[in-house]
């Protein structure tokens, strides 16, 4: 480099660096919300889908499908807060789905740190009956469909919903739900594993609104 060059170079340099110090200042990516799941309501029939540590499981399948769009970042990890929300969602079971205030549970996010909430409503459970082989080596067999639809409320007073369906094949005396050590294994069942599905299909379509 001539010192012709180098005297360029370093000009250059001088302007380049206050620019760049100031982009750094001034251009920060924006901060994601952060969200947590706090209302479970069972509108079917099926007494189990209103036991209490099936309704908290569902509530954080749908908090990680949720934080995995990118769209959201987890509550704070806090026991006061983690049990707060255990609390909300014991008492959504114990709600019409349609008495839930959705500016109320904004509210409620609010104190939690959260600037966007979700609650997961299990629209349908559907169970058809069959029986496969003959005689004494015959089995019954279950059909199962299961529909859940997310809502997301967020401080633009926006409330949006979207809807899911998995569906699975059981025998007729299974549990619907795996659950050890106060924990859901929902991938240990077929009913688990397709309402995996259906609130996977779920937040897919609401992420698609969210979207457009």
């Known amino acids: 480099m001539t010192q012709s060059s180098a005297k360029n170079f370093y000009s250059l340099l001088f302007i380049l660096l206050p620019l760049t110090f100031f982009w750094a200042e001034t251009v920060q990516p924006t901060e994601l919300p952060r969200l947590a799941v706090i209302g479970v309501t069972n509108a079917t029939a099926e007494k189990e889908l209103s036991n209490l540590l099936i309704a908290q499981g569902i509530a954080q399948l749908a908090a990680q499908e949720l934080y995995d769009t990118g769209f959201f970042v987890p509550v704070e990890d806090n026991p006061e807060i983690t049990a707060r929300i255990n609390e909300l969602v014991s008492l959504s079971l114990h709600t019409d789905a349609e008495e ?28 058809s009956r069959s029986r496969v082989g003959f005689g004494p080596f015959s089995s019954a067999k279950v059909k199962v469909k299961i529909e859940v639809e997310v809502s997301l409320k967020n401080d633009e007073s926006l409330l949006i919903s979207a809807r899911g369906t998995g569906s699975g094949t059981t025998r007729s005396k299974s549990f619907l739900f795996l659950v050890r050590k106060d924990k859901v294994n929902f991938d240990k069942t077929s009913v688990g594993r397709a309402t995996q599905e259906a609130v996977r299909e779920a937040v897919l379509n609401l992420t698609s609104i969210l979207k457009e």
């Open 100 to 127: 839930l205030d959705p500016d109320r549970l904004f509210s409620t996010g609010r104190e939690l740190g959260c600037k966007s909430v979700a609650t997961v409503k299990i629209t349908q459970l559907r169970k």
